[in-house]
């Protein structure tokens, strides 16, 4: 407060300032790092599957796709580039998916999967299965996706009315999200029963988060989706930081707090349930990302958000190789593997809150 | 909005869903520019339902005067531009450094006013934090602050849009004397730049010392409204606040509140 700055007081700053312009690096030093081991990751998970190819055979399948065998052309171009992209892409939108949905629902155990916006998701999809409902001019395929979206969408309003309604706290909130998960597989189960045989064996894939499915047109518009929402996830990135520093704060700088979270649920709906449609139920990914990403960088949004993004995507292509590998020969379902990463994840943030 | 108005509340009555009424049909005497309005009165008397009526972050009724102007139902971004709230409560379970909330503070808002380019901005937070003389906290994280720290960032985050009117929500409760004599002192200056605070102060000895008008409050209305030496006195803590106390000179002039048991 004195006017005249003392010598002190000006090194105090210099100190200051350098420590933060060195954090300010760290962090986009680690954003990068942890890019470029999605690109490692990435290049690994192509190399290895059940049918044994040489790395030397996928080369060659990716670069001159003329001069090999037609067997090889296929196992990569059609089942392993595709799963790999998938798995890049999923974790990308998942975990994005839960960052937002932590910061406008106050919560480090939210996420699209443990509030059940994936289990509402999939129900959706399993009822434009089993009702067969069309459109004309629509393909089947992009309504199952739609009716996902509307059915993750309603419920990831019940959870913000819920949030609102009486403030609720951290815990009520998640036993609330466990409530929704616990409805919406008994409405699957329900399904089941009373399924076709072929119904059936679509349903019961969304209920099993599996890379299985994957293929080019899929990947495209699930790319679309993230590059179309991403951009505005990340220009709200101030605002988010300012709701950490509570909802009143962040209204008394003229913030509209409800219109902001409302589209801030809208981005949320979409990435989760474009994700689920395609792949089914891939769980913790979007509660797993965001708490290291928070652990590396912080919650400052502009890094939170971009180190969310790549490493739920690093996981999960961590979680597509671990798949191959686990049993050799066979190729689990990846939602298996992320539960196992995650279930220790979740217990670890729970037993930390009570603390 | 012209600046250096000076400021007065007729008839506001604010509350919460399924609980109306906590201020009631409140009436103020004017606050001027360059002068600090210390709030007192008991606990849930309504204070901190007062300041948040006026920022506009509870819906209200009545009048809030600035000038010949009602800002009373302003849209909230005309109202931030010239009100900053610092609540009782700063949430701590944030990972993000000190900089980093004061930078956010001022980003976040849509206000061209303080939109200003990151450079800039952070030249703005570092100023304020040697200001405030709490240049070493500014790489720490707020979830490893203390309380008292915590509070100094919180008023920080409040000040650095250098807002008209000021309102602050037990600034002080959690300083150690220094930091209480620092911040009150930094108050005090930054009212006399032509500046509007309210301030919820219970340590009635601080705002016989520091402020230049004091309210007291009592079950949502005005007890009394004048200089703090005629607001607090023996009657009126016997009144409001069932205690037996006597209000004394000091050596220096200064008022002083003595407990008797
Ligand atoms: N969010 C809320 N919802 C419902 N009622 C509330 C809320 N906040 C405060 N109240 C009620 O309003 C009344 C006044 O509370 P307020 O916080 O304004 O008191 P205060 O004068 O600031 O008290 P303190 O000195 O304890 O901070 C209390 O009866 C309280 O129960
Ligand atoms: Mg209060």
């Known amino acids: ?355 | 909005m012209k600046e250096n108005h000076e400021v007065y509340i007729k008839q506001l009555t604010a509350g919460y869903p399924g609980k109306p009424g906590i201020i009631r049909q409140l009436t103020t005497r004017s606050l001027q520019p360059g002068t600090i309005t210390a709030l007192a009165g008991p606990n849930a008397a309504g204070k901190s339902t007062l300041l948040k009526s006026i920022a506009g972050l509870i819906p209200a009724r009545g009048e809030i005067m600035i000038g010949q102007q009602n800002i009373l139902h302003f849209p909230m971004l005309k109202k931030a531009k010239l009100i900053s709230y610092m609540p009782q409560y700063l949430p701590f379970d944030i990972s993000l450094s000190v900089v980093e909330s004061l930078v956010a503070s001022l980003k976040a808002s849509p206000l061209d006013q303080i939109s200003a380019k990151l450079p800039e901005v952070e030249k703005r937070a570092f100023d304020l934090l040697e200001e405030m003389d709490i240049m070493h906290l500014a790489t720490e994280a707020v979830n490893r602050l203390s309380g008292g720290q915590r509070q100094l960032v919180s008023l920080a985050q409040a000040i650095i849009r250098v807002p008209e009117i000021l309102l602050l929500d037990e600034p002080t409760s959690a300083l150690d004397l220094q930091h209480q004599v620092t911040v009150m002192r930094w108050i005090k200056n930054y009212a006399r730049r032509g500046k509007i605070i309210l301030i919820v102060l219970h340590d009635i000895n601080m705002a016989l010392r520091w402020a230049d008008e004091a309210i007291l409050l009592h079950n949502g209305r005005v007890y009394l409204h004048d200089k703090p030496g005629a607001v607090f006195t023996k009657e009126a803590l016997k009144e409001v606040y069932h205690v037996n106390a006597d209000i004394e000179a000091t050596a220096s002039g200064h008022l002083q509140v003595i407990v008797k048991d």
Not at chain 1, 76 to 105: D, F
Not at chain 1, 149 to 165: E, K
Not at chain 1, 296 to 305: A, I, K, P, S
Request: with cysteine; hydrophobic share 55%; net charge positive.
């Open chain 1, 1 to 355: 407060m004195n006017v005249q700055k003392t010598d002190q007081q000006q090194a105090a700053r210099r100190i200051a300032e350098q420590t933060y312009d060195r954090l300010q690096k760290k962090r986009l030093l680690i954003i990068i790092g942890i890019a470029v081991a999605c690109f490692i990751s990435f290049c690994f998970d192509i190399v290895t599957g059940p049918s044994s190819l040489s790395i030397q055979q996928v080369l060659a399948a990716l670069f001159h796709s003329s001069s090999t065998d037609n067997a090889t052309d296929v196992i990569v171009w059609k089942v392993r580039m595709p799963y790999a992209l998938m798995a890049l892409l999923t974790g990308t939108a998942l975990s994005v998916a839960g960052a937002e949905m932590q910061t406008i629902l106050n919560n480090p155990l939210a996420s699209p999967f443990t509030l059940g916006v994936s289990a509402a998701a999939t129900f959706g999809a399993a009822l434009a299965i089993v009702l067969g409902i069309t459109l004309p001019g629509v393909s089947a395929n992009w309504i199952v996706s739609l009716n996902a979206f509307l059915f993750a969408f309603g419920s990831v309003l019940l959870l913000q009315a819920f949030a609102r309604w009486k403030n609720a706290g951290v815990g009520s909130l998640v036993l609330f999200g466990i409530a929704l998960v616990f409805t919406f597989n008994a409405l699957v189960a329900l399904i089941h029963y009373i399924a076709t045989p072929e119904a059936l064996q679509q349903v019961v894939f969304w209920s099993m988060g599996s890379l299985a499915r994957a293929n080019w047109d899929k990947i495209r518009l699930l790319a679309i989706v993230i590059a179309v929402v991403v951009p505005f996830t990340m220009a709200s990135s101030w605002k988010m930081t300012a709701l950490r520093l509570g909802e009143e704060r962040a209204a008394g700088l003229g913030i509209q707090v409800n219109r902001f979270r409302f589209m801030s649920l809208l981005r949320i709906s979409l990435l989760a349930a474009t994700s689920v449609a395609f792949v089914g139920t891939i769980g913790f990914i979007g509660l797993v990302g965001p708490h290291i990403a928070r652990m590396l960088v912080g919650e400052d949004h502009r890094y939170w958000f971009p180190a969310s993004l790549v490493t739920g995507a690093l996981v999960m292509s961590l979680a597509s190789i671990a798949s191959k590998l686990l049993v050799a020969g066979t190729l689990l379902p990846v939602g298996i593997v992320t539960a196992l990463i995650g279930v220790p994840v979740f217990v670890y943030l729970i037993l930390r809150k009570d603390r």
